[in-house]
C-alpha cells in the first residue's frame, strides 16, 4: 500500500508542477499576433499592412501614394506627406505612436531628395528619433520616389 501512496503522490506533484509552471509563464509572441490592414488600401497585394506581435509591430514596405489615382503625387513634399502620414495612421491601428517606431528604412530613388525627407520627417517625432537607413534604390512601385519600412516596440 505504500508503494501505492508514493506513486500516487509523485504523479499529484509532478501534474501540479506542469499546472502551476504553465499558470505563470508568459504567452509566447505568436500567440498575440495579429495582422493590421487599414481599410483604405490602395493596393490589394499579398501581404499585410502591419504585423503586431507581442508589443513589436512590424510595418510593411509602403509608398506615398495619392488615393485619387492610386500613384505619387507630383510635388515630393505632398508624397512625404502621405507616406508618413499612412505610417501614422497604421501605428494608431495598433495603438501606437511615431514615437514608438525604434528602425526605419527609407529607399530614395535619388538621394539629392535627402534634405526635403528629412524636413517633414523630423516634424513626426516629439522624442528620440528611431535608428534609420536611407538607401538609394533604383525605380520603385507606383512611380514613388520614397519607400519605407520600419519596427516600432510599445512603450
Known amino acids: ?40 488600401r490602395l493596393i490589394q497585394a499579398p501581404f499585410s499592412n502591419a504585423i503586431l506581435a507581442g508589443d513589436t509591430l512590424y510595418l510593411a514596405g ?6 485619387k489615382t492610386g500613384k505619387a503625387p507630383e510635388k515630393i513634399e505632398d508624397e512625404i506627406k502621405l507616406l508618413l502620414d499612412g505610417y501614422k495612421t497604421t501605428l494608431a491601428a495598433a495603438g501606437m505612436t511615431m514615437d514608438d517606431l525604434v528602425y ?3 529607399f530614395c530613388t535619388d538621394l539629392a531628395y535627402y534634405d526635403k525627407f528629412n524636413a517633414a520627417y523630423k516634424t513626426y517625432f516629439t522624442k528620440d528619433f528611431p535608428a534609420r537607413a536611407f538607401i538609394g534604390a533604383g525605380s520603385l512601385l507606383r512611380s514613388g520616389h520614397f519607400e519605407m519600412q520600419a519596427i516600432a516596440v510599445r512603450r
Not at 21 to 39: C, E, M, V, W, Y
Not at 62 to 67: I, N, T
Open 1 to 40: 500500500m505504500n508503494r501505492r501512496v508514493l506513486i500516487l503522490f509523485s504523479v499529484l506533484a509532478v501534474a501540479a508542477f506542469f499546472t502551476v509552471r504553465g499558470a505563470f509563464s508568459k504567452p509566447s509572441p505568436q500567440s498575440t499576433r495579429r495582422a493590421i490592414n487599414l481599410p483604405d
Open 62 to 67: 509602403s509608398v506615398g501614394l495619392d488615393p
Open 104 to 106: 526605419v528604412q527609407v
